[in-house]
């Protein structure tokens, strides 16, 4: 369904499409895989990460660098700002609609089941906050998630709602655990892809196929998957996801989004409303609460255009580089820079803190070397301009496909001098 336009925007458009079109072309985009041979492919990806210039940049699982295009996205939306206001408005909400048919693309849904969110968490809340919950209600979910994805299940007790944490010894998520803490009052059951400190990825098929059985519904906790391996919502079945574009998908800080599967849009109620939820946004003398029948309902008043505009410049980089929902180049690049590194830190001392079961694996590795405390390791590391950080009682790196050999042996230098 094509998008209300607001009165005045057509001229706004030409006036402005000339000043867009020259900042659009600032940015040199990659090639595409298909152009390139097997060889040529990850040394093109290095080459629109800046960071590489100084840093060995392995801690993509907390906060990652900005790549290259992203950047340009956004030194050209400043440019914009800056010498043409609000009259370059509407190629910024044009932009944002290409970004949501690309993360919709990127993961088989539809445009209408993406919301932008400010982060994983908002993204989390709006179902935890938005479901119709009763007293006796119960969530399953895993003892050792970050703390995103337990507060605001946990918030849920005001409602009489109970948050069971299931314990899972050595990080590995036993299906069989999740599913015996589950009874006839469990509404949803929320699980990461990928734990953030022991980087065990679930196969989220079989976890989603399991809680569907019991009747409950799936939410996914996605910021350490998206952007590196390949998810299909329609295949997967999974009900809601959230995450964040400041990992893995090379994105700034503030730019995130869920997924609402379009059948459960209405049995959710959303708790903030605003201009832009509404299905005539832009008739602002004409006020009538009739609902857009979108997750975008939640994106209630002004975007993080800028933060957006950058994220979805990655995603275009990804995208080129051999992302999609069925597979994943990124994906086997990551896993053989992180097995790797897995040989050399064993071979240098090291003890891999958690199990690497081999179709569970990420590019999220947690390790120890044995009399060194992972803060001194870290900060030796931060001295050396690699990248690490604490969690999960030990040191964790967690590669890009962008990184090489020469990252992961900056990293063995570094613990065999300590």
């Not at 379009?262 to 609460?289: A, K, T």
């Not at 992180?338 to 001392?349: F, T």
């Not at 044995?370 to 001194?376: K, V």
């Amino acid at each position: 369904m094509a998008r209300a336009v607001p009165r005045g925007v057509e001229s706004k458009i030409a006036a402005g499409s000339d000043f867009y079109e020259s900042h659009e072309t600032m940015a040199h985009p990659p090639r595409t895989s298909s152009s390139l041979t097997e060889s040529e492919i990850w040394p093109e990806f290095r080459r629109q990460m800046p960071i590489c210039r100084r840093w060995s940049y392995l801690d993509h699982a907390a906060v990652a660098p900005l790549s290259a295009p992203a950047a340009a996205a956004i030194r050209g939306w400043l440019d914009q700002a800056t010498d043409a206001g609000d009259t370059a408005w509407p190629q910024w909400e044009s932009r944002l609609e290409e970004i949501r048919a690309l993360v919709a693309r990127l993961i088989n849904a539809q445009p209408t089941e993406i919301t932008f969110t400010p982060n994983t968490t908002a993204g989390i809340n709006l179902v935890a906050e938005g479901l119709p919950w009763l007293d006796g209600d119960n969530v399953v979910t895993v003892a050792n998630e970050f703390p995103s994805n337990l507060y605001p299940w946990m918030n849920l007790s005001r409602q009489g709602v109970e948050t069971r944490r299931v314990e899972m010894p050595e990080g590995v998520i036993d299906i069989n655990r999740l599913l015996a803490a589950c009874d006839s009052r469990t509404r949803v059951v929320s699980v990461s892809w990928i734990g953030y400190a022991t980087g065990y990825r679930i196969d989220v098929a079989e976890v989603c196929a399991a809680v569907h059985e019991r009747g409950a519904l799936m939410f996914l906790d996605a910021i350490q998957g998206l952007g590196v391996f390949p998810l299909d919502v329609v295949d997967t079945q999974v009900d809601f996801l959230a995450a964040d574009g400041h990992k893995w998908m090379l994105g700034p800080e503030g730019a995130g989004l869920a997924f609402i599967r379009h059948d459960l849009l209405n049995q959710l109620v959303p708790r903030s409303v605003g201009w832009n939820s509404v299905q005539g946004r832009y008739s602002f003398d004409e006020i009538n609460l009739d609902l857009r029948n979108e997750a975008a309902r939640y994106e209630g008043g002004s975007q993080n255009m800028v933060g957006f505009h950058g994220l979805g410049a990655s995603l275009e980089l990804f995208a080129r580089s051999g992302l999609t929902h069925r597979h994943s180049r990124l994906a086997q690049r990551v896993l053989e820079i992180s097995n790797l590194a897995c040989e050399r830190i064993q071979s240098a001392g090291g003890t891999i803190r958690f199990p690497r079961k081999e179709m569970h694996r990420s590019g999220i590795v947690t390790f120890e070397l044995p009399g060194t405390d992972p803060s001194q390791l870290r900060t030796a590391c931060q001295k050396a301009h690699i990248a690490v950080s604490c969690r999960g009682g030990g040191v964790r790196i967690s590669p890009h496909a962008y990184n090489n050999e020469e990252d992961i042996q900056r990293l063995i230098t570094v613990l065999e001098s300590v």
